[in-house]
């Protein structure tokens, strides 16, 4: 709860080159992301394009490319869920997506990380849940979970 | 929560998310973790049993109370602090969200460089 990133970590059954490439290459990227981008991919420059996923195709991708470190690092800034089409986000603190790439023997592990969330406003994320209705109660109940393991060991 | 906190985080929103920052501490966690429970504290309650001084919790309580974690209300000479669970819940979902849409994609990765 106090924690301001997102992490998931996944295995995949193909060699580190092919992963690689589906990251990197953005028509490759933009096939499983549901993204069409206008070009390349390159290191400090911005990325643009439209999402291409079911009922979004409106809005606008724009991300700037930070780190391509061939098959072990790429990441890039953007504006997560920045879903109102006339809006302006660029004065917003984007996040940071990294992507880092490790060979198992089955293939690949893929670490993806994506943080900064704490510099995003409260009505930007009030927005983003107007779309999605979750379940509540079953959230409140890790955040009390959550909450009361921390407690046992502060002691306050 | 008074109307006026409530108008002023439904109506305009924060200019930043410090929900984080100020969860981000141990102390203020803790104070959270108590206080959400559902029961309402005095500043003297929540001093006794802790090892800081009253001063302390009293300051950890106004930056909670300044992202509307917990607001307070006078009873007597004393002020009583109660939780609200709000702006957590929204920071909650907010992650919450992100991170299902990384699951689908990242569902989407796999499929594609495995097929």
Do not use: C
Not at chain 1, 46 to 58: A, D, F, K, L
Not at chain 2, 7 to 16: D, F, I, K, L
Not at chain 2, 28 to 57: D, N
Request: charged fraction near 30%.
């Amino acid at each position: 709860m106090a924690n301001d990133r997102i992490e998931k970590r996944i295995e995949l059954k193909a060699p580190v080159s092919r992963v690689w490439r589906a990251l990197t290459d953005y028509r490759e990227f933009g096939e499983w992301f549901r993204v069409k981008l206008d070009g390349p991919f390159v290191p400090g420059e911005v990325s643009h394009g439209h999402i291409t996923y079911p009922g979004y195709e409106h809005l606008k991708w724009v991300a700037v490319v930070r780190k391509m470190e061939p098959e072990r690092l790429f990441s890039f800034t953007w504006h997560p869920y920045a879903i109102e089409q006339n809006k302006d986000y660029s004065n917003e603190t984007p996040t940071l997506v990294e992507f880092r790439l490790e060979k198992i023997p089955t293939g690949t592990l893929l670490l993806l990380s994506e943080s900064g969330f704490d510099k995003i406003p409260a009505d930007r994320r009030l927005e983003a849940f107007r779309m999605n209705d979750g379940g509540w109660t079953q959230q409140m109940k890790n955040i009390e979970n959550h909450v009361a393991q921390k407690s046992s060991s502060q002691g306050v | 929560m008074s109307p006026r906190n409530r108008h002023r985080r439904e109506s305009e929103g924060r200019a930043s998310a410090p929900v984080f920052a100020a969860l981000g501490d141990p102390t203020r966690l803790a104070l959270v973790a108590r206080l959400s429970r559902g029961q309402p504290y005095s500043i003297s309650q929540l001093t006794e049993g802790s090892w800081l001084t009253r001063q302390a919790i009293t300051k950890h309580l106004r930056i909670l109370e300044g992202v509307g974690i917990v607001h307070s209300v006078r009873a007597g000479r004393e002020s009583i602090y109660k939780f609200d669970p709000q702006p957590i819940k929204e920071l909650k979902q907010y992650l919450d969200l992100v991170s299902k849409q990384w699951d689908e994609a990242l569902n989407r990765l796999k499929a594609f460089v495995e097929s």
